[in-house]
């Protein structure tokens, strides 16, 4: 009864292991999680108030598919303001989150048989996605050694005739790894002379550690910009991860054109209330209050990774960016997903198998949670970890 390319999607991990610890937690298990990919602080107040207002104001009509004329300014001038970038509202369109805008893009540019490049380890939708297009994922092992990055050489091998698109996630969900500007510049010079595209995943733009500063795909060269499909939202650094406010950028017309064309079909325009509550946040009302939340992610991420390093068995790259820890079990255990369900129900604490990303061996830690929680989760991996069989 069911199609053929909906057979082929597999069912988010992180989203199963954040609902079974919710399950459990809500049987009144004594659960930690550390496995949702979203902030545990609150919207900031100024979104709350535009969306407040716009309710007041009766803003529950239908807008335009792309969205409203005053999102895409705001989204329009947060890229130029913010990441040297120049697109006309008519270059942008706003989605239902992030992963909306990459499901919108695999589907206007991918045609059975594509070969889609994906540097491993890799979001757990990445792959999905393009295989439920009909698109060929090809993946770029990394590791620790090069800080989980591909290189150069490693894209240039990678290269078929089928390859249609790079799809470029920096800072990396699920390890923290970010570009530097000499490193995109790396990847620039192997991409010039073909017509490969570039999806270039950047959630997590604002949420960079030890002074970093963030540079963006398409602002690299003119050539990188002419290729680049840039992915952002607010689910991240602004802390709007159930608003669902997700937005794509692309200079090239017929690409736009098809995927307002595919919206208009599917969703229409996202949540009005939401358009209204974004803009705030994108003029930068709200930044002092995205610093905050930076700030206390770098605290974090510095506590749990010093904790993480001083169990043995256990090794860790400290992330520059995002809030995760990648960590190495492979001294103790290879089975990412053995050592993860022995760790949740021998301790109640839930973390996300590296299987889910791509490799094995590891797990991916959020540290978007209190230091109490950090504290203690840590703790329980630590007694568990010397006493593993």
Same mark, same amino acid.
């Given at each position: 009864?069911?199609?053929?390319?909906?057979?082929?999607?597999?069912?988010?991990?992180?989203?199963?292991?954040?609902?079974?610890?919710?399950?459990? !937690?809500?049987?009144?298990?004594?659960?930690?999680?550390?496995?949702?990919?979203?902030?545990?602080?609150? $919207?900031?107040?100024?979104?709350? *108030?535009?969306?407040?207002?716009?309710?007041?104001?009766?803003?529950?009509?239908?807008?335009?598919? +792309?969205?409203?004329?005053?999102?895409?300014?705001?989204?329009? /001038?947060?890229? &130029?303001? %913010?990441?040297?970038? *120049?697109?006309?509202?008519?270059?942008? @369109?706003?989605?239902?989150?992030?992963?909306?805008?990459?499901?919108?893009?695999?589907?206007?540019?991918?045609?059975?048989?594509? =070969? #889609?490049?994906?540097?491993?380890?890799?979001?757990?939708?990445?792959?999905?996605?393009?295989?439920?297009?009909?698109?060929?994922?090809?993946?770029?092992?990394?590791?620790?050694?090069?800080?989980?990055?591909?290189?150069?050489?490693?894209?240039?091998?990678?290269?078929?005739?089928?390859?249609?698109?790079?799809?470029?996630?920096?800072?990396?969900?699920?390890? /923290?790894?970010?570009?530097?500007?000499?490193?995109?510049?790396?990847?620039?010079?192997?991409? &010039?002379?073909?017509?490969?595209?570039?999806?270039?995943?950047?959630?997590?733009?604002?949420?960079?550690?030890?002074?970093?500063?963030?540079?963006?795909? +398409?602002?690299?060269? =003119?050539?990188?910009?002419?290729?680049?499909?840039?992915?952002?939202?607010?689910? &991240?650094?602004?802390?709007?991860?159930?608003?669902?406010? /997700?937005?794509?950028?692309?200079?090239?017309?017929?690409?736009?054109?098809?995927?307002? *064309?595919?919206?208009?079909?599917?969703?229409?325009?996202?949540?009005?209330?939401?358009? &209204?509550? +974004?803009?705030?946040?994108?003029?930068?009302? @709200?930044?002092?209050?995205?610093?905050?939340?930076? #700030?206390?992610? %770098?605290?974090?991420?510095?506590?749990?990774?010093?904790?993480?390093?001083?169990?043995?068995?256990?090794?860790?790259?400290?992330?520059?960016?995002?809030?995760?820890?990648?960590?190495?079990?492979?001294?103790?255990?290879?089975?990412?997903?053995?050592?993860?369900?022995?760790?949740?129900?021998?301790?109640?604490?839930?973390?996300?198998?590296?299987?889910?990303?791509? $490799? %094995?061996?590891?797990?991916?830690?959020?540290?978007?949670? *209190?230091?109490?929680?950090?504290?203690? /989760?840590?703790?329980?991996?630590?007694?568990?970890? =010397?006493?593993? !069989?």
């Amino acid at each position: 009864m069911l199609s053929k390319r909906v057979q082929v999607l597999s069912p988010s991990l992180t989203l199963a292991i954040t609902a079974l610890a919710r399950d459990l !937690k809500a049987q009144g298990k004594d659960i930690l999680s550390f496995s949702a990919g979203e902030p545990d602080f609150d $919207t900031p107040q100024r979104v709350k *108030d535009a969306a407040i207002e716009a309710i007041k104001n009766g803003f529950s009509k239908y807008t335009a598919v +792309a969205g409203t004329p005053e999102v895409l300014k705001a989204i329009a /001038g947060k890229l &130029k303001r %913010e990441n040297n970038l *120049d697109y006309t509202p008519s270059q942008i @369109v706003v989605n239902v989150g992030a992963k909306h805008s990459l499901f919108n893009i695999f589907q206007a540019i991918i045609d059975e048989g594509d =070969e #889609v490049i994906i540097p491993s380890p890799y979001w757990v939708t990445y792959p999905e996605i393009v295989k439920y297009s009909g698109g060929i994922p090809v993946y770029i092992e990394t590791d620790e050694s090069t800080d989980f990055k591909i290189t150069p050489a490693q894209l240039k091998a990678a290269i078929t005739p089928k390859t249609k698109v790079l799809l470029f996630n920096t800072p990396s969900n699920p390890t /923290g790894s970010v570009y530097s500007k000499a490193d995109l510049e790396g990847i620039a010079e192997v991409l &010039k002379g073909t017509n490969i595209l570039v999806v270039s995943d950047e959630m997590y733009e604002k949420i960079l550690f030890d002074n970093l500063k963030f540079t963006s795909v +398409a602002s690299i060269s =003119e050539d990188m910009y002419n290729r680049t499909i840039t992915v952002n939202g607010l689910s &991240k650094s602004v802390a709007m991860p159930g608003w669902r406010f /997700g937005y794509l950028a692309c200079p090239i017309k017929e690409i736009v054109n098809a995927i307002v *064309d595919l919206q208009g079909q599917s969703t229409s325009n996202i949540n009005s209330i939401t358009q &209204k509550a +974004a803009i705030p946040a994108l003029e930068g009302d @709200v930044d002092a209050d995205i610093e905050a939340m930076r #700030v206390a992610f %770098e605290r974090r991420r510095n506590m749990a990774y010093e904790l993480l390093s001083n169990i043995q068995g256990l090794s860790v790259v400290k992330p520059a960016g995002a809030f995760y820890l990648y960590v190495n079990t492979k001294a103790i255990e290879n089975d990412s997903m053995k050592f993860c369900s022995k760790l949740l129900e021998e301790t109640g604490v839930a973390v996300v198998p590296g299987l889910g990303f791509g $490799t %094995e061996g590891y797990f991916r830690l959020s540290f978007a949670t *209190d230091d109490a929680t950090i504290k203690e /989760g840590i703790a329980r991996i630590k007694s568990f970890v =010397e006493n593993y !069989k």
